[in-house]
């Protein structure tokens, strides 16, 4: 599988970069992940918005949804010689409201992702475990089912020692690292200490660095993680449109 990054500030767009996103792609199937400011336009450098399978989301902070609306929109009135099926778009009922509005008539159909301890999704098989954050959020772990690879995205939240399992032996562990260390067990955010130590911890091959902050020095950000994790780590920065192959 491949992993995109499509956006990768937290909280707001900044000197032409946007917030979360990313494409997740396993043979012809096309996941969106969180659909963030920017997400769409950088969408489409890489693939046609019409080609997408699915999409999943973390939670309903603006930074994770901002370009949802829009996505609907494409999908809506985006001319095309052929029907258009309806997009499946998966999230958490625990805010009816945000929930809701994941189906829009004839374009998009919401699904919780919640009904049962994991979701088959395409050629992926998601679990789930709820974070610390000021609203409901939940980490994802995708395990491909050809291969046995595993992604596993934090998506926001604070540390949680819980994480170590959930993220044991994950081939790509992308994780919030919003804080410089010195600010550990925030309420709302990893330290890039914490990502560091939870990716040791679950002895993870690769951790990438994203929700970065707009603010500071990303080297400094990526070497304390770097230090906490060891060095038998690999620990990379997202960045928009860089690619991982998992």
Request: glycine fraction near 8%; proline fraction near 4%; charged fraction near 20%.
């Amino acid at each position: 599988m491949k992993l995109t990054v499509l956006g990768c500030l937290g909280a707001y767009p900044y000197n032409g970069q946007g917030t979360t996103g990313y494409l997740l792609t396993s043979g012809d199937y096309n996941l969106l992940v969180d659909a963030g400011s920017t997400t769409l336009v950088n969408l489409e450098k890489h693939l046609d918005p019409l080609a997408l399978d699915a999409v999943i989301l973390s939670h309903y902070h603006h930074d994770h949804i901002a370009d949802l609306g829009v996505l609907q929109y494409y999908w809506q009135l985006f001319p095309t010689d052929e029907k258009k099926p309806i997009l499946p778009i998966y999230g958490h009922t625990e805010d009816e409201r945000h929930f809701l509005e994941l189906t829009m008539e004839n374009v998009s159909q919401g699904y919780p992702y919640l009904g049962s301890d994991e979701l088959q999704l395409g050629p992926f098989t998601v679990t789930f475990m709820k974070t610390i954050h000021p609203v409901p959020c939940y980490a994802m772990r995708f395990t491909e089912t050809a291969t046995g690879k595993v992604f596993v995205f934090t998506g926001d939240s604070g540390y949680l020692e819980s994480f170590v399992d959930f993220a044991k032996g994950a081939d790509l562990f992308l994780a919030d690292t919003y804080l410089f260390e010195g600010n550990e067990r925030h309420k709302a955010h990893f330290t890039s200490k914490e990502s560091g130590e939870i990716a040791k911890a679950a002895a993870v091959k690769k951790l990438v660095l994203t929700h970065l902050p707009q603010i500071g020095d990303l080297n400094q950000l990526k070497e304390e993680a770097q230090a906490a994790a060891g060095s038998t780590i690999s620990v990379e920065l997202a960045e928009p449109n860089k690619e991982f192959i998992i």
